[in-house]
Every structure is written in structure tokens, then in C-alpha cells.
């Protein structure tokens, strides 16, 4: 069993920069990946980054790449997004999850989800 937590949602203005963290208890193995999704209102869940716990190896939606860096800290079992240049359009509650997988790209279905977290980008 995963229990995945999130926490560092927030307002920003357009722009600015906001970090989220989502701590990870339970069994996590090596052969996890991990995503963080978002989901706007009267829009679809979307996959914005994924990473493999293994290696810390991450690939990201178009949408984000170049603004958004997820990453892992072994030793504290958190798995990070830093957002920058943050627009309204990035608006959305953000979810971490996980999914045990020996491929990658990672399966559609993600097993364990957080709660979620609100992020707002005022414009």
C-alpha cells in the first residue's frame, strides 16, 4: 500500500513560480514511476510530468516542458514539481500518483493517488 500526500498549492500571479511537494509513505520499489496530473475544470486529467523512481529519469507534457521540473529525494521519499513561469492556463487541482511498472513511458492507469492540491494563476 502507497499513501501519497501533497501539499504547496497556492494563488500566484502570472509569471511567478510555485513548488509542490507529495510525500511518499508505504512500499516504494524501484520499479515505481511516479506523475504528477492536473485537472481543470471542464477539462480532461492530463499527464503533466513523470519520473521514474529508479533513476530519477523524467519526461514532461509539451504544455509544461521547459517550465516544469519534477524530481526525487530518496532519502526523504518525496517526489517534487517546481512550476516557473506559471500562466493562467496552468490553473488546475495537481495531483501526485503512482504506478508500478517495469515500462516507461509509464501505463495510463496510475494505482495510487493523492488528495490533490489547488494552484491558481491569476493573470
Known amino acids: 500500500q502507497v499513501q501519497l500526500v501533497e501539499s504547496g498549492g497556492g494563488l500566484v500571479q502570472a509569471g511567478g513560480s510555485l513548488r509542490l511537494s507529495c510525500v511518499v509513505s508505504?512500499?516504494?520499489?524501484?520499479?515505481?514511476?511516479m506523475g504528477w496530473f492536473r485537472r481543470a475544470p471542464g477539462k480532461e486529467r492530463e499527464l503533466v510530468a513523470a519520473?521514474?523512481?529508479?533513476?530519477?529519469?523524467?519526461d514532461y507534457a509539451d504544455s509544461v516542458k521547459g517550465r516544469f521540473t519534477t524530481s526525487r529525494d530518496n532519502a526523504k521519499n518525496t517526489l517534487s514539481l517546481q512550476m516557473n513561469s506559471l500562466k493562467p492556463e496552468d490553473t488546475a487541482v495537481y495531483y501526485c500518483?503512482?504506478?508500478?511498472?517495469?515500462?516507461?513511458?509509464?501505463?495510463?492507469?496510475?494505482?495510487?493517488w493523492g488528495q490533490g492540491t489547488q494552484v491558481t494563476v491569476s493573470s
Open positions: 500518483a503512482a504506478v508500478y511498472s517495469l515500462s516507461w513511458p509509464p501505463p495510463a492507469n496510475f494505482r495510487y
Open positions: 508505504g512500499r516504494i520499489l524501484a520499479n515505481y514511476n
Open positions: 519520473i521514474r523512481w529508479s533513476d530519477a529519469y523524467a
